[in-house]
């Protein structure tokens, strides 16, 4: 059975930084593409950053490039989304998600997704 778990969300003031993570199992993990989605109230699902498992090769959204930072440890079975320079409008519930063809999942068609975590940034 597949299971996908975020954790690292949290209430955090602006400028200030988290680290999410999210552990994988019962799925070959190391030739997963893996992915970050989020989503705040009232507004459509949002891309945040994605790696793919044959080069590592990383896309990000134009919003948060430069700030969040995505990392993989396949040891670990687990994915990072490293989140610096936070601002209010990053707040959202985010989503990790486990993909197949790497173009899919960028455009959100996961096989499997975690509950979320929530990140609020406060003013």
């Known amino acids: 059975q597949v299971q996908v778990m975020e954790s690292g969300g949290g209430l955090v003031q602006a400028g200030e930084s988290l680290r999410l993570s999210c552990t994988v199992s019962?799925?070959?993990?190391?030739?997963?593409?893996l992915g970050w989605f989020r989503q705040a109230p009232e507004k459509e699902r949002e891309g945040v950053a994605f790696?793919?498992?044959?080069?590592?090769?990383?896309e990000y959204a134009d919003s948060i490039k430069d700030r969040f930072t995505i990392s993989r440890d396949n040891a670990k079975n687990t994915l990072y989304l490293q989140m610096n320079s936070l601002k209010p409008e990053d707040t959202a519930m985010y989503y990790c998600?486990?993909?197949?063809?790497?173009?899919?999942?960028?455009?959100?068609?996961?096989?499997?997704w975690g509950q979320g975590t929530q990140v609020t940034v406060s003013p």
């Open positions: 998600a486990v993909g197949d063809f790497f173009p899919d999942l960028l455009d959100g068609k996961a096989s499997y």
């Open positions: 019962g799925l070959r993990f190391g030739v997963s593409n």
């Open positions: 790696i793919r498992w044959t080069d590592d090769r990383t």
